[in-house]
């Protein structure tokens, strides 16, 4: 059973936008606080940023001020635009629910490069 499935990747230049889907499970989204994580390579995933069911949202440092993490509970689907995009924010972008996860989905590819 796929409970998550990322889109919206691809390649972009420093100073770059890109925006961000994650279809969830219902079961599995609603009423629950979800994130956005990412894996740079030789890295280990790290939570880039969550949302609660009522839309209270958390940034890492790293990313605050550029990114923006929304949901539509009715679509059981999660955005993050990204915005002012730097080199090391390159890396496969993953959703998941924060406090009971599931499988992780393939993940989406955001490259940023000249």
């Known amino acids: 059973q796929v409970q998550f499935v990322e889109s919206g990747g691809g390649l972009v230049q420093p100073g770059g936008s890109l925006s961000l889907s994650c279809a969830a499970s219902?079961?599995?989204?609603?009423?629950?606080?979800m994130a956005w994580y990412r894996q740079a390579p030789g890295k280990q995933r790290e939570l880039v940023a969550r949302?609660?069911?009522?839309?209270?949202?958390n940034y890492a440092d790293s990313v605050r001020g550029r990114f923006t993490i929304s949901r539509d509970n009715a679509k059981n689907t999660m955005y993050l635009q990204m915005n002012s995009l730097k080199p090391e924010d390159t890396a496969v972008y993953y959703c998941?629910?924060?406090?009971?996860?599931?499988?992780w989905g393939q993940g989406t590819q955001v490259t940023v490069s000249s």
């Open positions: 949302i609660s069911s009522a839309g209270g949202r």
């Open positions: 219902g079961s599995i989204f609603k009423g629950y606080i």
């Open positions: 998941n629910n924060v406090n009971y996860p599931g499988d």
